[in-house]
């Protein structure tokens, strides 16, 4: 079992070389199980494995070299997982940074940002749960094109949970065909994880049954 440290791809390779001799879950289960013991990263020099997300922008600019990487990564709320995800083939999205610059951490409306936002309501539509200037931006955005529901959930998701405990953790990989079967694989069983330690599934829609 290797030691997990802050972006080592060993985890990846680890986990990937599991699923191909299909004992995937107990795999995850021993890394997961010390990726929640672990420490968080911190400016001091910390190499911990978990970023507190608002030390986001910190551990960024400190260790871009893991940020320009592309990879899995996994988001958390204290001791339990809830989301996993991976970088994307698109231009702006093919590494860490920009992943979640686009997506989590660093634009106006990005999911941790807009997490600070939501107020929780008796509501339908997830919509009204956020100001006015969030909604207004919402249509905007899909009006031209651009459904940001699946970010809103995820906002919701973590101000319920409590955003000031929610967490990351990077997995990165230099082949970009292993990244993406890799997560199919991994959230099914990651799901079944939390199911078993009688937490609730993870967020993830895509793959997740």
């Known amino acids: 079992m290797i030691k997990l440290k802050l972006g080592n791809s060993e985890a990846f390779e680890e986990l990937y070389q599991s699923m191909i001799d299909e004992n995937l879950y107990d795999v995850y289960s021993n890394i997961i199980e010390e990726l929640l013991k672990s420490k968080f990263w911190s400016i001091e020099g910390n190499d911990a494995p978990r970023v507190n997300w608002q030390d986001g922008d910190d551990c960024r600019k400190i260790r871009e070299d893991i940020f320009k990487k592309s990879g899995l990564y996994l988001w958390g709320y204290r001791t339990t997982p809830r989301y996993i995800g991976i970088t994307t083939g698109r231009k702006t999205e093919g590494s860490f940074s920009g992943r979640f610059s686009t997506r989590y951490i660093w634009q106006k409306y990005s999911q941790c940002e807009l997490a ?93 049954k």
């Open 116 to 208: 600070q936002l939501y107020v929780k309501k008796d509501e339908v539509d997830i919509i009204k749960c956020f100001p006015k200037e969030v909604q207004e931006w919402y249509e905007d955005s899909r009006k031209k094109g651009t459904n940001y529901t699946a970010r809103l959930r995820g906002a919701a998701d973590f101000a319920e949970h409590g955003i000031n405990n929610v967490w990351f953790s990077l997995f990165p990989s230099d082949n970009k065909d292993k990244i993406g079967e890799l997560e199919k694989a991994l959230i099914r069983e990651a799901n079944k994880w939390n199911i078993n330690h009688g937490l609730n599934r993870l967020i993830n829609k895509q793959h997740n």
